[in-house]
C-alpha cells in the first residue's frame, strides 16, 4: 500500500482560495482527490494521471486545478472561489487506475479538513 500524507485545508470565507497537498510513497498511475461531507457519500472532486489525463467533478470545474510533479510523487489542488457547499473531509487517493480508486479501492490519506463560511 503506497502512504498518502495530506496538508493543508482549514477555514476560509465564501470566495476564497485554499490549496491542499498529498505526498506519496511512492508512484502510482492515478492520484486524487475525494470529499465527504456529513451524511454524505464520498465523491470524486479530481483525479490526475501520470500522463497528465485529468477528469473534474462538474461542481468544481472552473474552480479547482489539480496538478501533479511525477517526480516528486505529489499531487496538489487549488481551490478557488469557494462556496459553502464545498465543506468537507477531503480524501487524497491513488491507485493503479481510476476504477480501482474510485471503487475505494486505492491507498488514502488520513483526511484534511476544508470548511467554507458564508
Known amino acids: 500500500q503506497v502512504q498518502l500524507v495530506e496538508s493543508g485545508g482549514g477555514l476560509v470565507q465564501a470566495g476564497g482560495s485554499l490549496s491542499l497537498s498529498c505526498t506519496a510513497s511512492?508512484?502510482?498511475?492515478?492520484m486524487g482527490w475525494y470529499r465527504q461531507a456529513p451524511g454524505k457519500q464520498r465523491d470524486l472532486v479530481a483525479a490526475?494521471?501520470?500522463?497528465?489525463?485529468?477528469k473534474y467533478a462538474e461542481s468544481v470545474k472552473g474552480r479547482f486545478t489539480i496538478s501533479r510533479d511525477n517526480a516528486k510523487n505529489t499531487m496538489n489542488l487549488q481551490m478557488n472561489s469557494l462556496k459553502p457547499e464545498d465543506t468537507a473531509t477531503y480524501y487524497c487517493?491513488?491507485?493503479?487506475?481510476?476504477?480501482?480508486?474510485?471503487?475505494?479501492?486505492?491507498?488514502w490519506g488520513q483526511g484534511t479538513q476544508v470548511t467554507v463560511s458564508s
Open positions: 487517493s491513488a491507485a493503479p487506475n481510476i476504477a480501482t480508486m474510485d471503487a475505494g479501492f486505492g491507498s
Open positions: 511512492a508512484s502510482t498511475y492515478v
Open positions: 490526475v494521471s501520470l500522463g497528465g489525463i485529468i
